[in-house]
């Protein structure tokens, strides 16, 4: 079904982008966007998530340079019987993740340094488990590829002012396309970027309640990571935008309202949802549960992250 999904996307963003090139350039520009928008396409199905990744600086860590961290990656994605991801850190105050990748086989997950100074272990591990929530449902190929396509339409629709509106670039429909192409065209590509970060956000949720064993961990984080969210901002996403809906929680803005034009479903409804399956969990309906026998977590257990330290104490990253 994901598959299916993800193939009706990349058509109706292809569609789109060749309806902005017949809007600016008639038949020829239609081509042409149908050129680009095939290349932009496979483009981002190779290099999607080493295109997010290096937007935010990740750093990849592993068993020694960050053991805590890694291993509860580790566990989790065994939970979910997933293939053990890439996992990275990028130095970053607010707290906030994202998973990226083509499919389970080559997928990533990144957590930023605020997120492991301000949870707790088992608030971490619920976050995680919703990212491991995505690859899963593969629901990363299609995230990215839309920012990559939702970009580039908005990027050709600017380019329509100064290149079209003129019956010598065989546009059809003067400057009247040249406004579609401007303005719906973007809004059309935004409104569906939007429209699949919030359905997927939920199923995430739940599944990473499962995969974790607790929903109440996500819970409480995604408390945490929406109140810091709104106070601390994050510049790398504002330079990129169009990553926003990668994340777990909206890095640009404090959007509350569960409408149209929120990046995320209300966090408010995404806190209840999980109350509500914390009792179905209660009920007798709960997976298997993450491991939480480990020892607390220290300065030392992540010398890379800054893990163990005061949840409010700020620090300088290494890999600033």
């Known amino acids: 079904m994901n598959v299916m999904r993800t193939a009706m996307l990349l058509a109706f963003m292809t569609a789109l982008f060749m309806g902005i090139g017949f ?3 008639g038949t020829g520009g239609m081509m042409i966007a149908l050129v680009i928008a095939a290349g932009m396409n496979l483009f981002s199905y190779w290099n999607s998530d ?3 990744l290096s937007a935010y600086h990740a750093q990849e860590v592993d068993a020694r340079s960050a053991p805590e961290f890694y291993n509860m990656i580790r566990d989790l994605s065994a939970n979910a019987g997933l293939p053990m991801p ?4 990028y130095d970053n105050p607010q707290p906030n993740a994202f998973a990226t990748g083509r499919n389970p086989q080559n997928a990533a997950v990144a957590a930023s340094t605020g997120l492991m100074q301000r949870l707790t272990h088992e608030e971490v591990a619920g976050v ?3 990212e491991l929530a995505h690859i899963q449902n593969r629901d990363t190929l299609t995230m990215t590829i839309t920012a990559t396509l939702a970009g580039a339409i908005s990027m050709l629709g600017n380019f329509a ?3 079209g509106g003129n019956r010598e670039n065989n546009n059809p429909l003067g400057f009247v396309g040249v406004l579609v192409a401007m303005i719906v065209a973007p809004f059309a590509a935004m409104l569906v970027q939007m429209a699949i970060s919030r359905t997927r956000e939920y199923s995430a949720d739940r599944r ?8 109440l961990w996500l819970a409480s984080a995604l408390g945490k990571i929406a109140g ?3 106070q601390i901002p994050n510049y790398e996403a504002e330079r990129n935008p169009a990553t926003a809906h990668m994340f777990i929680i909206n890095p640009l803005s404090g959007e509350r309202m569960d409408n149209l034009f929120s990046t995320h479903p209300d966090t408010g409804n995404r806190i209840a949802a999980l109350q509500q399956m914390a009792g179905e969990f209660s009920g007798g309906a709960s997976t298997a549960q993450f491991r939480t026998d480990r020892p607390q977590r220290t300065a030392r257990s992540v010398p890379n992250t800054g893990w163990g330290r005061g949840s409010d104490e700020p620090r300088k990253g290494p890999w600033s």
């Open 23 to 25: 809007l600016i350039g």
């Open 50 to 52: 080493k295109m997010v």
């Open 86 to 89: 890439k996992v990275y850190v």
């Open 128 to 130: 995680m488990a919703h």
């Open 161 to 163: 002012f100064f290149f």
């Open 208 to 215: 990473g309640a499962e995969i974790c064993g607790n929903p």
């Open 228 to 230: 810091a969210a709104h």
